[in-house]
């Protein structure tokens, strides 16, 4: 008799076996799955729905507050614990009243029964025979996975109204928080929820929903889960839910999130959740400060910001375009990544290239005034010129002609060899190759590899590759060194005067900004002790966008954007041992101690690197050293492209014939009127003697080549005017005089 037990019960396993294995439960598989972009801090940036439209968060039992799990079993299925997928007194009650009422009251269904109807919609049947396959199927479920198995099923696919699913995504829609912090209240509207989706759900059907609330309250102090304070306390409370129009509307970082989506790693996206590392306050506030400044653009034009964690390399906030929902500024195009003339943004790269080389220190003589570098002859964004000026005082006003000068220097393939090394790769035009315009916008990069580039001011000259994903590794690389990040980083921020105290404010900000040709892109980058931060302006399709460029667009967003950074604690700064102080003379660029007191025309305070004190660069139009002798004696002079603004040594002896020339047409203080019936004077100038092509400047602005020569022609409205005129040898003259409006008798 035994023995035939034994074999009609292993006959009997087997065939239970065969069965499973032929009729396996319908599980959600990866395929077609949804998916939810994460924030560091669990918060949902963006969701895609099931390939049955269904939006789900998919979370486990220990991610969900204990009061709702309370709430859930307490009213759906107490002996969940136990169980073995049937609860045979709960079947025996449903019978029994079955029997008495001639239908189906209750179905007695467990909590894996209920499972099994969420994974099979067509076992929700009220009949004998779907509910005999609910069974099964529960019988089945159980013997296949654990408890916390089946209760996860339940927590993400149970239907909580419309194309919602699950008590996380639930949560997030109608109460607008995690389901880790519901309240008692709370809790007990999302465990009722399920009962009847359409009709209970919050945001549609508040009273309903308070009813059913009260139901699973009252149940749970009956049953001495929560005591009567508890579910007091909870009746106070007013269902209020969001309204859940648009789900679109409720997303954050939506162009980031569509990139994580895209790029995560395959194990992230069979669970259905990808991981970020982006501060979900940080990135609202961004969003919020962009929406509203979009208003105040021109139509079409958008607007991109990053902020990345200097020392982790992680994006905290990353806005690809103004407003996700305003398709005439491209919305969806994800300006971060856009390629983009950078303008003058690359200049503080040239100058600490040009440190590291030892061709200038902070307080170097560069000149800014009318030059030609092969052919090609750059000019000022407000096209006049200062003349003699420190490569500090340059780059802080991002003057055009001295930064050209360094680049030409240290050559353009070179410096973009650099660039390339330190992750700031530039895409020059097709059959293109690096040259002097590169530093003025000539060549492409991104928003997010500037990004990367300027974190090397604030952590020892090395660039990073900002981070999305806590997954990807730590990409740093060196682009300048320690010393010349320091002096860069202290003239973007505070001028680079030696000797000042530094400023102990955690905000303190070392900021470049850059325009395009054409205004077709405006920028402004910056770096603080802890973030480094960035700023896009413009169309994506590369209108021109005239009046808006880098100071008067992109640098007052990036002030705001900083306003919105953590208050933190300043770091301590500290000089880098290679970075010393020393006094410096103009023009020859040296140590003070090594200069003659004669020769010291301007003292200036320097930053130098390597304790080195280079003297100013070679003179382009004169290469002679500025200290030589001459008939006279020494001579020292300055750079021949200055004499507009400095008093150079008159020549002697027999310098004087072979230099001499002269402006004619123009008297020293000669004042002018206009003819009867006009309001300018047009005046026509022109030079005698000189060498080689002229440069005429009106007021300190140059006057158009294509207008200009030996002699030029002018219309001159009413004031007190100065013209200047220089050769190729750097030899000049200038009249000042006075215009004048007609008066009659």
């Known amino acids: 008799m035994t023995r035939r037990f034994e074999l009609w019960l292993a006959a009997l396993l087997a065939l239970l076996l065969t069965l499973d294995l032929a009729l396996p439960p319908p599980l959600p598989t990866a395929d077609g799955r949804g998916l939810v972009v994460l924030a560091a801090d669990g918060t949902p940036l963006r969701a895609w729905p099931d390939a049955d439209g269904a939006w789900r968060h998919p979370v486990q039992p220990a991610e969900v507050s204990p009061l709702y799990l309370e709430a859930l079993l307490g009213y759906e299925d107490r002996a969940f614990r136990w169980h073995p997928g049937v609860n045979p007194w709960a079947l025996a009650r449903a019978g029994w009243q079955w029997a008495r009422a001639g239908r189906i009251v209750s179905g007695g269904s467990t909590l894996t029964m209920q499972v099994a109807r969420i994974l099979e919609p067509e076992l929700a049947e009220r009949s004998l025979r779907a509910k005999g396959r609910q069974l099964l199927r529960a019988l089945q479920l159980e013997l296949r996975f654990s408890k916390e198995e089946i209760l996860a099923l339940y927590l993400n696919h149970a239907p909580m109204g419309g194309i919602v699913e699950g008590v996380e995504m639930a949560s997030r829609l109608y109460l607008g928080r995690s389901s880790r912090t519901l309240s008692h209240a709370e809790a007990a509207v999302l465990a009722a929820l399920p009962r009847a989706p359409s009709r209970l759900r919050p945001d549609r059907h508040p009273a309903s929903a308070q009813r059913a609330r009260d139901r699973v309250l009252d149940r749970l102090l009956a049953q001495g889960i929560w005591s009567a304070q508890a579910v007091q306390d909870a009746k106070l409370e007013r269902v209020a839910a969001v309204s859940l129009n648009s789900l679109n509307a409720r997303w954050l970082a939506p162009l980031a999130a569509e990139r994580l989506r895209r790029e995560a790693p395959q194990a992230e996206r069979q669970t259905g959740r990808v991981n970020s590392l982006l501060d979900t306050e940080l990135q609202a506030g961004l969003e919020r400060l962009l929406l509203d400044r979009a208003g105040q653009l021109p139509p079409q034009v958008s607007i991109a910001a990053l902020v990345m964690d200097n020392q982790t390399l992680a994006v905290r906030a990353y806005a690809g375009s103004a407003d996700f929902q305003d398709a005439e500024r491209a919305a ?28 200038i220190h902070s307080e170097s003589l560069l000149v800014d005034a009318p030059q030609s570098f092969s052919g090609y002859a750059p000019g000022n964004f407000q096209a006049d010129f200062s003349g003699p000026v420190s490569a500090a005082d340059a780059l802080r006003r991002s003057l055009n002609v001295p930064a050209v000068d360094l680049l030409d220097r240290l050559g353009p393939a070179r410096v973009a060899s650099l660039l390339r090394s330190g992750g700031l790769r530039l895409r020059f035009p097709r059959n293109g190759e690096a040259n002097l315009s590169l530093i003025l916008g000539g060549a492409g990069t991104t928003l997010e590899e500037l990004v990367g580039a300027y974190r090397a001011l604030a952590v020892q000259g090395r660039a990073g590759r900002p981070r999305l994903h806590p997954a990807e590794p730590l990409r740093e690389a060196p682009l300048m060194s320690e010393g010349a990040a320091f002096i860069v980083r ?211 602005r140059l006057v158009p080549q294509s207008e200009a020569g030996d002699s030029v022609r002018l219309s001159l409205e009413a004031g007190t005017h100065r013209l200047t005129v220089l050769d190729a040898q750097g030899r000049f003259e200038h009249r000042e005089f006075s215009v004048s409006p007609h008066s009659p008798r």
């Not at 990544?337 to 040009?354: D, T």
């Not at 973007?492 to 000042?500: A, K, N, W, Y």
């Not at 966008?545 to 002030?559: I, K, M, V």
């Open 332 to 359: 969806h195009v994800d300006m971060v990544r856009g390629v983009r003339s950078p303008g003058s943004a690359l200049k503080p790269f040239v100058y600490a290239l040009a440190l590291d080389e030892g061709l």
């Open 490 to 700: 202290e003239i973007l921020e505070s001028g680079g005067q030696p000797g000042r105290p530094f400023q102990q404010q955690s905000r303190r900000l070392a900021f470049k900004t850059g325009t395009s040709f054409g205004f077709r892109d405006a920028w402004a980058l910056g770096v603080t002790d802890r973030f480094t931060l960035g700023v896009w302006v413009g169309r994506p399709d590369g209108t021109p966008n005239p009046g808006h460029f880098g100071a008067n667009t992109a640098a007052p967003l990036l002030h705001e954007l900083l306003a919105l950074l953590p208050n933190d604690p300043a770091l301590p700064r500290a000089v880098p041992t290679a970075v010393s102080q020393a006094a410096i003379c103009w023009p020859l660029g040296l140590a003070e101690a090594q200069t003659a007191p004669l020769h010291c025309q301007q003292r200036r305070t320097a930053w130098l690197l390597q304790h080195s004190s280079p003297p100013t660069l070679p003179d382009r139009l004169d290469p002679s050293p500025l200290l030589q002798a001459s008939p006279c004696g020494e001579r020292l002079r300055w750079p021949l492209a200055l004499s507009s603004w400095v008093n150079q040594p008159q020549p002697c002896g027999a310098e004087v014939a072979s230099g001499a020339w002269q402006l004619q047409g123009l008297e020293p203080a000669q004042r002018l009127q206009a003819l009867p019936g006009q309001r300018a004077v047009h005046l026509e100038a022109r030079t005698q003697g000189g060498q080689g092509p002229r440069w005429w400047l009106l007021d300190g």
